[in-house]
Nanobody, 115 residues
Framework: VQLQASGGGLVQAGESLRLSCAASGITFRMYSMGWYRQAPGKQRELVALISSGGITNYAASVKGRFTISRDSAKNTVDLQMNSLKPEDTGVYYC??????????WGQGTLVTVSS
């Protein structure tokens, strides 16, 4: 299983970034896909999740600014991040989850938002 994340970088507050994760080695349509992040010195936290049926769930801190989407033809999950804030800084991890199965994690992509 491979989850290859891309799209991180350094931006200024108020700008946008789009993260993408390409999945291989799983039956993509059967998995919920999501993004977590880990800021320096903090625990990893959920950012956004999209179920196999397209139902989305967002952390309160990103609701209205971030949008998660999936493309089953390409086996990709994207995270559009708008109006970025310095507190959005962290390593963003792509995940594939399924009930009664261990989750899979990508290698992470760094997002840095300067004030």
């Amino acid at each position: 299983v491979q989850l290859q994340a891309s799209g991180g970088g350094l931006v200024q507050a108020g700008e946008s970034l789009r993260l993408s994760c390409a999945a291989s080695g799983i039956t993509f349509r059967m998995y919920s896909m999501g993004w977590y992040r880990q800021a320096p010195g903090k625990q990893r936290e959920l950012v956004a999740l999209i179920s196999s049926g397209g139902i989305t769930n967002y952390a309160a801190s990103v609701k209205g600014r971030f949008t998660i989407s999936r493309d089953s033809a390409k086996n990709t999950v994207d995270l559009q991040m708008n109006s970025l804030k310095p507190e959005d800084t962290g390593v963003y991890y792509c995940t594939a989850q399924r009930v009664s199965s261990i989750p899979y994690w990508g290698q992470g992509t760094l997002v840095t938002v300067s004030s």
